[in-house]
């Protein structure tokens, strides 16, 4: 993989793009690097999969952002760069649009295996708490800072990942690059009430009922929450990110894994993993095909949402099982 640093003066048009769903991490690096591009002279472009949840919307009212239409084709472009993701099966249906193009393909990301999936030239940290870390580390190489707009996105790219430094990814490093972007302009109590204070009223009733739905399995060290597809039509309708609903299980004492159930259709169901203890979410993830990290993964699988939960719920036994085994001979 080549780097992408050395790269760049070769890249021609540039297009980013990210992870279908994108989130604070995947939208915020990429409106990060498209200011630093920007400024560097290069022609470059936003072109998302589909459209972000509302309360992240906010990130794109000064920074082109464009949204792919299913069938429509890529524009012209000589290289495209993956942000917080590193596979052309993550981009939805602009997954084939890429394919007939054939532009090379970048990489800028900090998930698992990322420096092995689909991209010829790379930035790729999986030590990084966040792919706005990443981009954060780009502007150093680079010789530049971030303005107040890149650095109000990368702001928002590091408290998603991060989960305003809570998160076990939280080290000095973070810290420092969060200083940093205060410094160029981030606003963190405006951006905090922009991501969460923002949201409609019908957010409280999505959320209750999400806790309603959750359960608490295998000696309490499992937290599960099953999402139905109206539930979930619902959350959209509104805009609420159903991931807040995670944290209410993730506040009980002894859960070390919580595990959310987005029913898409009636035989495909997205699972989220989230840890706090020891178990490898991530490697549980990849058994059903998905990826992620090893305290926070996902994976989509295509099955109804019972057998979805059944599946999962077993390879976390399983998991469970082999660490306890593990422990016990040592
Ligand atoms: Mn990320």
Redesign the pocket.
Known sequence: VESFVDYLPRAGAIILTGHEHP?G??LG?QIGLYHLLRGLGHEVRILLPDAPIRSLEFLCRTTPVAIHESGAELPPCDTLVLV?CAELGRLGALRDAVIRRRPRIAVV???VGSDRADGSIGFVDVEAA???ELVWRLYRELGRRPDAVAAEALYC?LV??TGWFRYSNTDAKVFTIAADLVACGADPAAIYDRLYRCQPAQSLGILAEGIGRSEIELDGRVGFVAISHGLLERAARVGFDLDQVMEPLRSVGGIEVVVMLKELASDRVKVSLRASGEIDVQRIAKVFGGGG?KKAAGVTLELPMAESRARIRSAIAAALTARESASGLS
Request: aromatic share 0%; with cysteine.
């Open positions: 989130d991490d995947c690096s917080d990301d900090h998930h966040a792919s706005g790219a998603a990942d990290h």
